[in-house]
Structure formats: structure tokens, C-alpha cells
């Protein structure tokens, strides 16, 4: 038996054809592969629509970022013209009481003499 | 026979790699046997085979343009499809358990018939791991010498040797105590732990 094991192990691992229509389903699977492939876009096109996308994407950002400073802006000009608001009504406050004050005054000593 | 097929390998093979598809079906149909044997022998499961060999072909049909020669055609087709199979095997689960009735029971009926003693080999090499698996297979099913494995495997002379030598001792050793004892437990390597025959590492 063991003197025989090459020649059995040949007969063993003989070959053998695969089932019938092997290479038609080969011819298919490659036609699909290449159909796929045909569909796909070229390489080149493909960096292009990524680089105009990543620019979409990009000048979109930039604008909201644009819009949101704009936004701060106008709050913090809002707030400079209340506080300057505030200011001016509080020396007009301050000038009408000293207007007041000396007008009574005045009108107090001329009915006091 | 079509026209293709009836014309030079070389010829076939140039006129293939120039877009030719009835010349590339000339090709499939010429070495479709050797790609499917090593992927069944490989593998041990027809399916699986035909999509290895499937996925070989698909291969080639990209690489055409890089094959030289007829003879290059069947080193690269051996390579690529051993290769392939040993990446597909080691990415599997590792061996396929046999439960010990099954393999004594295929033991016992050795005796009796030399087609069971070869599917009882195909068994055996089925479960060799995968490096010496593609060395026993490109050995006794191609044919193929130790030099021309080493460089099929990419491994050296002396590894493809011991690969070998080992391997035949395990098949002679399996073989030789289903002969001569029949139903020998001794003959299997069992599990202690769960009483059922291991792959032959």
C-alpha cells in the first residue's frame, strides 16, 4: 500500500472539468464587470465631481460664517446705540433738572423780595 | 472547435489580450480544467471552486496585456489560483471536523475498493493545512517538480521538500493504519474534548 501511495495519490487528485457552460458563465461575469465598469464614471471624472462638491460645501460654510458676523455685527451696533441712547437721555436729564433748579430758584427770590 | 480554438496558443493568447472575446472563451475553455481541479483539490467544495476559478478568469481578462507566453498562461493560472485558495482558506474557518463514525466508517470499506481509498486520500489532503496542501496538489494532480512548486509557492526548494515529506508521512500513516487495523481508533487523531477527529496539522 505504501509503494502505491504516489500512484494513488495521482489518481486521487486527477483532474476534473468543472460543470458544463463553465466558460459562457465566465463570458457573462465578465460582460456584467465590464457593463459595471462602463457605468462608473472615469477616474478623472470622478476627482472633479469631488473637487466641486468639496467646493459647494465649502463656499456654503464660508457664507453661514459670513451671515452669522454679520449677524454679531448688527447686535453689537444695537447695543452701541442703546447704551448711546442711554447716555444722551441721561445728560439730557441731568441738563433739564440744573435748567429746572435755577429757573425755581430764580422765580424764589424775586417772589421772596 | 472554433476558429479560435484551432489557432496557435499564442496567437489565441495575443488576440485575446487585443479584445478578442471569443479568443479569451478559446482560452477559459483550454484551462478551465486545470484552474477548477486546483480550486476543487484546494477547497474540497464544487462551489466554491467554480467561483474561485470564476474570479481566476476574471483576473486574467484584467491582466491579459502581462502574460507573455502559453506556458507563462499556466504558471500564472497555477499561482494566481493556489494563492487565491490559500487566501480563501485561511480567511475561513480552520479545518472541517469529520466525526469519527463517518471517518471509520469510510476506513472500514477501504479494503474493499480503490475508489474509496482515493476518496479517502482527497479526504486526507482535504485536511492538510494550506501550504502543504498546495504542495501535494501541485505535486501529484500537476504534476510539477519541486523546483516548479517553489517557484509556483514562492518558497524554497527545501521548505517544498519538507512540506512533502511530512505530508506523505502523515497520508501514509493515515492510510497505512486504516489498512492494516481497520476500524483502529488509534489510527485518527481525537479530541479529548469532544471525542471527534482533528484536521491534520
Known amino acids: 500500500m505504501s509503494n502505491n501511495l504516489d500512484d494513488q495519490l495521482r489518481g486521487a487528485l486527477r483532474s476534473v472539468d468543472p460543470d458544463d457552460g463553465f466558460s459562457e458563465r465566465v463570458t457573462s461575469r465578465i460582460a456584467r464587470h465590464s457593463r459595471r465598469s462602463q457605468w462608473s464614471a472615469p477616474s478623472g471624472f470622478r476627482w472633479l465631481s469631488a473637487a466641486v462638491v468639496a467646493a459647494v460645501v465649502l463656499g456654503v460654510l464660508m457664507a453661514h460664517d459670513w451671515q452669522l458676523r454679520r449677524e454679531q455685527q448688527g447686535l453689537d451696533a444695537r447695543k452701541q446705540l442703546i447704551e448711546a441712547l442711554r447716555v444722551t437721555g441721561e445728560k439730557l436729564d441731568l441738563a433739564y433738572r440744573v435748567v429746572n433748579d435755577d429757573a425755581h430758584s430764580a422765580a424764589s427770590e424775586n417772589s421772596g423780595a | 472547435m472554433t476558429e479560435a480554438e484551432r489557432c496557435a496558443p499564442e496567437d489565441s493568447l495575443s488576440r485575446a489580450a487585443a479584445g478578442e472575446s471569443a479568443a479569451f472563451t478559446a482560452l477559459v475553455r483550454k484551462h478551465q480544467r486545470?484552474?477548477?481541479?486546483?480550486?476543487?483539490?484546494?477547497?474540497?467544495?464544487?462551489?466554491?471552486?467554480?467561483?474561485?476559478?470564476?474570479?481566476?478568469?476574471?483576473?486574467?481578462?484584467?491582466?491579459?496585456?502581462?502574460?507573455?507566453?502559453?506556458?507563462?498562461?499556466?504558471?500564472?493560472?497555477?499561482?494566481?489560483?493556489?494563492?487565491?485558495?490559500?487566501?480563501?482558506?485561511?480567511?475561513?474557518?480552520?479545518?472541517?471536523?469529520?466525526?469519527?463514525?463517518?471517518s471509520l466508517a469510510l476506513v472500514s470499506e477501504v479494503r474493499d475498493d480503490d475508489l474509496l481509498l482515493q476518496r479517502l486520500l482527497r479526504d486526507l489532503v482535504g485536511r492538510l493545512p494550506p501550504a502543504p496542501r498546495a504542495v501535494v496538489v501541485l505535486r501529484y494532480q500537476e504534476d510539477l517538480n519541486p523546483t516548479e512548486i517553489a517557484r509556483t509557492l514562492s518558497m524554497s526548494i527545501n521548505t517544498v521538500k519538507s512540506h512533502l515529506k511530512r505530508s506523505l508521512a502523515i497520508l501514509r500513516e493515515q492510510v497505512g493504519g486504516a489498512d492494516t487495523a481497520g476500524p483502529n481508533p488509534t489510527a485518527a487523531k481525537l479530541d479529548p474534548s469532544t471525542g471527534k477527529q482533528r484536521s491534520l496539522t
Do not use: C, G
Request: net charge positive.
Open chain 2, 34 to 102: 486545470l484552474v477548477y481541479s486546483l480550486a476543487l483539490r484546494m477547497l474540497s467544495d464544487r462551489h466554491k471552486a467554480e467561483d474561485l476559478a470564476q474570479d481566476v478568469f476574471l483576473q486574467l481578462h484584467r491582466n491579459l496585456v502581462s502574460i507573455e507566453s502559453d506556458a507563462h498562461l499556466s504558471f500564472w493560472l497555477r499561482k494566481v489560483t493556489i494563492n487565491r485558495a490559500i487566501d480563501r482558506l485561511r480567511r475561513e474557518p480552520k479545518y472541517e471536523i469529520v466525526s469519527l463514525q463517518e
